[in-house]
T-cell receptor, first 113, second 115 residues
């Protein structure tokens, strides 16, 4: 299995809703990442988990809450989002060395209404 | 801090012509460099990567890139463009010092293939 699987593929949520994005990989990778990508822009790093511990939080608002329950699973919990949070949310994984590059999921297209 | 600059937000070539997408990096030490492709409404797919081994790197779909330290460049080329190459291309850089500290992406180049 050489894939990163993200669910759901599309999500529409209201500003008062609570929802979660899920990311799963079975490649034995020990680093997992969340990126946010706005239309026609490059991906921007949000969070990095290394060996199931949060190692980087790029000053992301607290309405985004990451969780790494085990080495194969990464969640992003969403609460009280704003319309400007609408974007493509990409999950990626890598071995603990960056020399192998990343494997990206196909993303969750989030729309906040 | 590391950064990459992609010259040209849009590049248009004819089918069968040479594809050249430019990427220059800024780093105090030679970094690791990557090219990714993104098709509409999809994630990013790794085309190729430079990790301090051979300076000429061959990737998937006929693409290759050459790391030139003297020019701080890592340009992406393909000898003959195909219609299926139309997509967004991102150059990215990472710290070779190790550790999972994420990638820094360039702004992207939209490749248009003219029939």
């Amino acid at each position: 299995d050489t894939e990163v699987t993200q669910t759901p593929k599309h999500l529409v949520m209201g500003m008062t809703n609570k929802k979660s994005l899920k990311c799963e990989q079975h490649m034995g990778h020990r680093a997992m990442y969340w990126y946010k990508q706005k239309a026609k822009k490059p991906p921007e790093l949000m969070f990095v988990y290394s060996y199931e511990k949060l190692s980087i939080n790029e000053s992301v608002p607290s309405r985004f809450s990451p969780e790494c329950p085990n080495s194969s699973l990464l969640n992003l919990h969403l609460h009280a989002l704003q319309p400007e949070d609408s974007a493509l949310y990409l999950c990626a994984s890598s071995r603990d060395s960056l020399s192998y590059g990343y494997t990206f999921g196909s993303g969750t297209r989030l729309t906040v209404v | 801090a590391q950064s990459v600059t992609q010259l040209g937000s849009h590049v248009s070539v004819s089918e069968g012509a040479l594809v050249l997408l430019r990427c220059n990096y800024s780093s105090s030490v030679p970094p690791y460099l990557f090219w990714y492709v993104q098709y509409p409404n999809q994630g990013l797919q790794l085309l190729l990567k430079y990790t301090s081994a051979a300076t000429l790197v061959k990737g998937i779909n006929g693409f290759e890139a050459e790391f030139k330290k003297s020019e701080t460049s890592f340009h992406l080329t393909k000898p003959s463009a195909h219609m299926s190459d139309a997509a967004e291309y991102f150059c990215a850089v990472s710290d070779p010092g190790g550790g999972a500290d994420g990638l820094t992406f360039g702004k992207g180049t939209h490749l248009i293939i003219q029939p």
